[in-house]
Structures are given as structure tokens and as C-alpha cells.
């Protein structure tokens, strides 16, 4: 296989993952109210941060530390459609991983907020 060919081969790969990327995206801001409302609070808090920073380094922090709590509902919202998809039933390990899905975007949600206090208070 040609160099030209290898290129090409990856140049599609990387084209088709982004509009699978594009289209999660979509359905997750479409779909999970969580995720629009965070979408929504970027609107907000991204030029609040840019305003706020006093360096690189501070608006990084702020801007980032938001951008992960919307990975974090991202990864939530995954596996509550998967475990969904499995059946309507109850089941102890169905809400368990629910549950835990949910502690971890609790947790994205207090660092941002202990990195927001602590860049604009100290």
C-alpha cells in the first residue's frame, strides 16, 4: 500500500470519527436535558472566565474544569442509554451503575466549583 493510499485510509477514519463525534454530540444536546443546561451555562461561564482569568494558566482552569463536567455528563449519558437499552427493567447493577454515573458527574461539578472559588476569591 502507497503512502498516498495510508494517508487516505486515515484522512476517511479521521472524517467518519468526527461526524459519529458531531452526531453524539447532537443527540446527547438533544436528548439529555443535563447536558443542554450545561451548554447553556457555557454561554455564561466561558466569557465569565475569560473576564475573571488573570493568566493562561487561570482561564485554562476554568474553562477546562467546565469542559470536563460536560465529558463527564457525556460518559453519564452513555451509560444510562446502554444500561436503558438493555431493558426497562429494575435491576440492582442497572441502578448502581446509573447511580455511580451520576457521583462522578456530582464530582466534575465540585471540582469546577472549588477551582472557580479558588481562582476568583484568593
Known amino acids: 500500500m502507497s503512502a ?4 487516505s485510509n486515515h484522512l476517511i477514519r479521521l472524517y467518519k470519527a468526527t461526524r459519529y463525534s458531531i452526531a453524539g454530540l447532537r443527540s446527547a444536546f438533544k436528548y439529555e436535558q443535563a447536558f443542554r443546561l ?15 482569568a488573570k493568566t493562561p494558566i487561570e482561564l485554562s482552569l476554568l474553562i477546562g474544569s467546565w469542559i470536563l463536567v460536560m465529558i463527564i455528563e457525556l460518559f453519564n449519558s452513555a451509560i444510562e442509554a446502554a444500561i436503558d437499552r438493555i431493558g426497562p427493567e429494575r435491576h440492582e447493577l442497572s441502578g448502581r451503575a446509573k447511580d455511580i454515573g451520576s457521583a ?5 461539578i465540585f471540582l469546577a466549583l472549588f477551582i472557580w472559588l479558588s ?4
Open 4 to 7: 498516498f493510499n495510508q494517508t
Open 104 to 108: 462522578a458527574v456530582m464530582l466534575g
Open 38 to 52: 450545561e451548554i447553556y451555562l457555557s454561554f455564561i461561564l466561558i466569557p465569565l472566565a475569560i473576564w475573571l
Open 119 to 122: 481562582i476568583t476569591l484568593l
